[in-house]
């Protein structure tokens, strides 16, 4: 392959390279993705098309408005500007266009990647696949990380070999999408995935829907990657004229491994994704797992006398607030009809908002803007308001149907729906939204038939222009993105979002694996950890759990002995002495749960540095090696729970380490350094 003379687009960060160049023919090759340091290789075929020769996965597939079903993209423009590259091709026959984007993030090492599809053929243009990125990593060795799981059991870390052949991680889901599987992965190069060693990259898809990653080691040795929207039944019509945009992919680049390389994405996902990165959080109280369903004002009022008394700051009122015709008072109805249940809550949600303001407490609430229950008024007015088939049997799930957000009306009546929450109760100033199904019959009763496997993007595009016309309209209310726990975790969703619901599993010992495996992507400000009596752990533990995300409690505390109330409250006041370390703080992962029974996080933030000790079983006495401190400074370290304190040298926490007891089951540390 013969490239043409100062052909090359170098997209570049502070660490990592992109390299690009044109063929003597106006092809799109790679030549380096890694690396700065590296040499250009052998060039490889930029973001294969099919019908030009390449017969393996292809990035991009489509139907002229003739019935041609090839694609021959030549490279008609390179753009660059600052940050940006956009990289034009042209079908070589076609009125057809496919730019890639490409914008980096220099300091993070962090590359993000997408493409707009346009053209000015005379019909439509049916686009089979439309990759937002496609890489080539090479021949050697990889290993790839997924984050499994199901509901009340996410992200389990499952890394493996790539041998030749095909891996796919995806999910068909539409809806709560992640339920699954994360659309998150790690890529090490060379060997397995390593936390402060080897090069690794970490792939992350901005899309609350149905995704495919694949990954293809083709028969000459090379393992290519390709990412974006799960085509699977998802043929997109493009008109003449209209601009197809393709999410975000971003790739984040670590020399050193996954240790630097979350550090990296922790403090970019501040920066760039999440709503108020650098605000910390306030602490709440949330009434599921200790009311559920059945709760009146009077069992409210306590709770918030209760989180007062232990120095909680905002209330979330969960599930069963709603519901006249039909009362909320399970999940087999009531959801969609959004008003205050008269029985549970005589006096309104205002009654409630209003109660928590007295006793000095923000209010939150809980919706779920996208669903309902067929017993519902919204159902019995608006049946065709809801995601189905013609001549099935409507299938619920959690006894419910999804919304067809692919109808403007039923788009137009989700955002007036929490615009009207929000702003007949100004006492809310934060809302839990969640997602409690994923699709199983995706028809739409709105779209015509050719239109029908729009489905599953135009659902994701309206719920995004949902959110982001209530961020317009409410920029104070913050967010917590749920669905059902962890099934929409993404850079999509999270742009929208202060924090997330890391799953319905609060047993702590659980936790400590979870937020292990959520750390790898997601910075612990955006983790809400709530202190439940779920698997019935000591609460010391359960509160050293949660305190290494946002600390929040999921309990009735009308229940607690006094001795619990006590350490509750002393813990709630010694976090809030913490919190910006942990949340705005650097964090750096010491000694890991999958490798032994005692694990180790700590965070830094100028001269103080917060220490988390777990044991999940009986460790051993044993230095723990810290990280991110200043050598040549001395260094107070107090056990906040004990109250006790010594000294240390910094340069001895670094190399010796932090000398440790040895832990029993659920035994656990929170030590507080401050340089002295
Ligand atoms: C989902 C959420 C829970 C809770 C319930 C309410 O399962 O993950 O935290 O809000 O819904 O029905």
Redesign the pocket.
């Known amino acids: 392959m013969k490239l043409l003379a100062h052909s090359l687009v170098r997209i570049e960060t502070d660490n990592a390279a992109l390299v690009f160049g044109v063929t003597e023919d106006g092809k799109l090759v790679q030549l380096i993705f890694g690396s700065k340091a590296e040499e250009c290789g052998e060039p490889s075929v930029a973001y294969p098309t099919w019908g030009d020769g390449w017969v393996y996965e292809p990035a991009f597939q489509a139907t002229h408005s003739d019935g041609n079903t090839s694609v021959d993209l030549r490279v008609t423009d390179i753009i660059q500007a600052e940050n940006l590259t956009r990289i034009q091709l042209g079908d070589a026959a076609y009125a057809l266009r496919v730019d890639l984007l490409f914008r980096v993030y220099p300091k993070y090492d962090v590359i993000e990647s997408w493409t707009e599809v346009s053209h000015d053929e005379p019909g439509e243009v049916v686009l089979q696949t439309f990759a937002s990125s496609s890489l080539d990593f090479g021949q050697g060795e990889a290993f790839v990380t997924q984050f499994r799981g199901d ?1 009340n059991d996410e992200v389990h870390m499952e890394e493996e070999r790539l041998t030749y052949g095909l891996k796919v991680l995806d999910s068909k889901l539409a809806v709560r999408a992640h339920q699954f599987r994360a659309p998150w992965f790690l890529l090490a190069r060379g060997g397995p995935a390593k936390e402060d060693e080897g090069e690794v990259l970490g792939g992350s898809f901005a899309w609350s829907g149905s995704f495919r990653f694949s990954f293809e080691r083709l028969p000459q040795g090379s393992l290519r990657a390709i990412c974006g929207i799960n085509p699977f039944a998802s043929a997109y019509r493009l008109s003449t004229g209209e601009t197809f945009e393709t999410p975000r992919m971003t790739w984040a680049y670590s020399p050193s491994g996954t240790g630097n390389l979350s550090r990296n994405l922790h403090a970019w996902t501040r920066a760039h994704v999440l709503r108020d990165g650098h605000q910390s959080r306030s602490i709440l109280l ?1 009434n ?1 797992e200790a009311t ?2 059945s709760f009146d004002e009077t069992k409210i009022f306590s709770l918030l006398d209760g989180a007062k008394d232990l120095g909680i700051e905002m209330f979330l009122l ?3 607030w709603f519901g006249t015709k039909h009362p909320r008072d399970s ?1 087999n109805q009531g959801l969609g009809d959004w008003t205050p249940d008269p029985k549970k809550l005589p006096n309104g949600v205002r009654a409630v908002a209003d109660a928590a303001a007295t006793r000095g407490l923000r209010f939150g609430i ?1 919706l ?1 803007p996208e669903m309902v229950n067929p017993r519902s008024e919204l159902f019995e007015a608006h049946p065709d308001w809801a995601i189905r088939q013609p001549g099935r049997e409507l299938e619920t799930q959690r006894n419910q149907l999804v919304l067809d957000l692919s109808n403007p009306d039923v788009e137009a009546y989700v955002f007036s729906l929490v615009d009207q929450v929000l702003s007949t109760d100004p006492g809310i100033t934060y809302v ?1 939204w ?1 997602c ?1 199904r994923y699709v199983t019959q995706p028809g739409s009763p709105y779209l015509p038939p050719d239109k029908q496997s729009h489905l599953p993007v135009l659902y994701v595009q309206a719920l995004y222009r949902i959110f982001d016309r209530l961020a317009k309209a409410h920029p104070h209310i913050q967010i917590m993105m ?4 962890g099934g929409r975790v993404d850079l999509g969703a999270m742009r929208y979002a202060q924090e997330f ?1 890391p ?2 599993n609060t047993d702590p010992a659980r936790r400590v694996l979870m937020q292990w495996a959520y750390s790898q992507f997601w910075p612990p400000i955006a983790v809400s950890a709530h202190v439940t009596d779920m698997g019935h752990r000591p609460i010391d533990f359960a509160f050293a759990v949660a305190m290494s995300g946002r600390l929040g409690m999921d309990m009735d505390l009308d229940k607690l002995s006094s001795s619990e109330r006590d350490l509750a409250r002393k813990t709630v006041e010694a976090y809030k002495g913490i919190r910006d370390v942990v949340q705005l703080g650097t964090q750096y992962r010491l000694q890991s749960p999958f490798e032994g029974p005692r694990s180790a996080l700590m965070s830094v933030l100028e001269d103080r540095a917060i220490v988390f000790v777990y044991s999940l079983g009986e460790s051993p006495e044993g230095p723990l090696q810290l990280r991110g401190l200043d050598a040549s400074r001395n260094y107070r370290v107090r056990e906040m729970m004990k109250d006790v304190e010594t000294i240390h040298r910094g340069s001895n926490l670094l190399e010796e380490g932090l000398p440790l007891p040895a832990y029993g089951e659920f035994g656990n540390g929170v030590f507080e350094l401050t340089a002295v």
């Not at 749920?482 to 726990?485: A, E, K, L, Q, R």
């Open positions: 509901w949330n599921w559920y369903f969960d599930d069963g999940d809980w779920e839990k969640d409690n749920c669905s059902g726990g619901w799953s319905d």
